[in-house]
């Protein structure tokens, strides 16, 4: 599974980068606003920083002017993927621009219906929110396996990339179901690591290992 990190906080992916699980990184207008930063700037930064895939979104909703965002954005850096929505438009503009080469992130996917026609729209990845669909009691993870095997069915080669990840479950599960990617919040990543039981275990090595004297270096 590719590790993708949601945000426009440099500090924060080069955090998670220095340590080499970094596939990725997805922004989208919320997080540039987060970032206070002007949306060119922060993405070239961070493009600059990162090796693969850093999703930059588009603002227009009509087609021929998310074509036009598009290009500029992709300009920015060969690793740009242009984030559209899913909509008509958008899936109209993931058509053109894709097949000039782009890389396409189709986001704000909440139906394996959608998701299906992003991937015959030739989409890179496809971004079903996980978080959203839980916060209004549907389940998250229930699309993202309908995806799953939908484009298995078929052969589709767009990847399935759950976003809106608000646990550490959501990442376990995702990953069980066979989501290509995940993308996640610094915070949601870092937690990752953490267990209780490895912090006890941990206080109760140092302990003995004060009271025995052991020393390594
Ligand atoms: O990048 C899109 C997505 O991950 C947003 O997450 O938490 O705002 O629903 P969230």
């Known amino acids: 599974m590719k590790f993708f ?32 930063r002007d949306i060119l700037e922060v993405t070239k930064e961070i493009a600059a920083l ?24 992709a300009a920015i850096a060969d690793n740009i993927a242009i984030k559209l929505p899913l909509t008509w438009d958008g899936l109209k503009a993931c058509k053109t621009l894709s097949s000039e080469g782009h890389m396409i992130n189709v986001t704000l996917c909440f139906s394996a219906n959608q998701a299906l026609l992003a991937a015959k729209a030739g989409a890179t990845f496809i971004s079903p929110f996980i978080g959203r669909l839980d916060d209004i009691n549907l389940d998250g993870m229930e699309l993202i396996a309908d995806i799953r095997e939908i484009y298995d069915n078929y052969g589709f080669e767009t990847q399935i990339l759950a976003a809106s990840i608000r646990t550490v479950n959501h990442v376990s599960d995702a990953a069980k179901i066979g989501a290509d990617v995940m993308t996640a919040p610094p915070e949601v990543i870092k937690k990752l690591a953490q267990h209780p039981l490895t912090d006890a275990g941990l206080a109760q090595f140092l302990k003995d290992a004060e009271s025995a004297g052991i020393k390594i270096v």
């Open 5 to 36: 990190v949601d945000t426009a906080d440099i500090a924060a992916i080069s955090e998670l980068n220095d340590l080499g699980i970094v596939d990725g990184v997805t922004t989208n207008p919320s997080l540039i606003k987060k970032s206070g």
């Open 50 to 73: 990162v090796d693969g895939p850093v999703s930059a979104e588009v603002v227009a909703t009509d087609a021929s002017a998310m074509i036009a965002e598009g290009r500029k954005l």
